[in-house]
């Protein structure tokens, strides 16, 4: 049972450069979310999925696309990346919404813009 | 919106002795309080989880305590292993798709 897969795991990007952060899920989860993780910060929401054709911003959207065209992907986009986007980048599902039900996290992608 | 405080930011306990991890949140509305476990390299992972109408929780050396008067709420965990050293996030939410996390508390186990 894979769970949750984030690829890729490392990536460093010029500025300027647009990159796609994909993710995908097996179990067949309804919610699924991105995040950011920096240093001593937490994890802040960029977006988020109730299903399928819907999405919603979170805390921290702006520089940030994301599309859900079937319940198992959702891809984060960057389209100008800037140094203020270096971070850690969590995907993460749930059956019923994060806050009340368990969240499943993939691994992460580490991305550098220098 | 909601804000949640983690104390400490770093953690050091001996082997087999107790941890304690406390937060504070603002939203007197949240009414669901996980904690997440982050290992190295890893995702974060849910530990155990506490909703407004329970004072307190446990799960073999780990409890959770809820004190919706003063919004707080802490982790304690009990005869620490090696193992438990991680990164713990406590995290608030009024129930709907959004959780506010605590900064972090890294905990470091000393053999």
Same mark, same amino acid.
């Given at each position: 049972?894979?769970?949750?897969t984030?690829?890729?795991?490392?990536?460093?990007?010029?500025?300027?450069?647009?990159?796609?952060?994909?993710?995908?899920?097996?179990?067949?989860? =309804?919610?699924?979310?991105?995040?950011?993780? +920096?240093?001593?910060?937490? %994890?802040? /929401?960029?977006?988020? #999925?109730v299903?399928?054709?819907?999405?919603?911003?979170?805390?921290?959207?702006?520089?940030? =696309?994301?599309?859900?065209?079937?319940?198992? +992907?959702?891809?984060?986009? %960057?389209? /100008?990346?800037?140094? #203020?986007?270096t971070?850690?980048?969590?995907c993460?599902?749930?059956?019923?919404?994060?806050?009340?039900?368990?969240?499943?996290?993939?691994?992460?992608?580490?991305?550098?813009?220098? | 919106?909601?804000?949640?405080?983690?104390?400490?930011?770093?953690?050091?306990v001996?082997?087999?002795d107790?941890?304690?991890?406390?937060?504070?949140?603002?939203?007197?509305?949240?009414?669901?309080?996980?904690?997440?476990?982050?290992?190295l390299?890893?995702?974060?992972?849910?530990?155990?989880?506490?909703?407004?109408?329970?004072?307190?929780?446990?799960?073999?050396?780990?409890?959770?305590?809820?004190n919706?008067?003063?919004?707080?709420?802490?982790?304690?965990?009990?005869?620490?292993?090696?193992?438990?050293?991680a990164?713990?996030?406590?995290?608030?939410?009024?129930?709907?798709?959004?959780?506010?996390?605590?900064?972090?508390?890294r905990?470091?186990?000393?053999?």
């Open positions: 049972n894979a769970g949750v984030q690829t890729p795991k490392f990536r460093i990007l010029k500025i300027g450069q647009s990159m796609t952060l994909q993710c995908t899920q097996d179990m067949n989860h =309804n919610y699924m979310y991105w995040y950011r993780q +920096d240093p001593g910060m937490g %994890l802040k /929401l960029i977006y988020y #999925s299903g399928a054709g819907i999405t919603d911003k979170g805390e921290v959207p702006n520089g940030y =696309n994301v599309s859900r065209s079937t319940t198992e +992907d959702f891809p984060l986009r %960057l389209e /100008l990346a800037a140094p #203020s986007q971070s850690v980048y969590f993460a599902s749930s059956l019923g919404a994060s806050g009340i039900t368990e969240a499943f996290f993939g691994q992460g992608t580490r991305l550098t813009v220098v | 919106g909601e804000n949640v405080e983690q104390h400490p930011s770093t953690l050091s001996q082997e087999g107790s941890a304690v991890i406390k937060c504070t949140y603002s939203d007197s509305a949240s009414n669901y309080f996980p904690w997440y476990k982050q290992e390299g890893k995702g974060p992972q849910l530990i155990i989880d506490i909703r407004s109408n329970v004072g307190e929780k446990k799960d073999q050396r780990i409890a959770v305590t809820l919706k008067t003063a919004k707080h709420f802490s982790l304690h965990i009990t005869e620490t292993q090696p193992e438990d050293s990164v713990y996030f406590c995290a608030a939410s009024r129930g709907n798709e959004k959780l506010t996390f605590g900064t972090g508390t905990l470091t186990i000393i053999p």
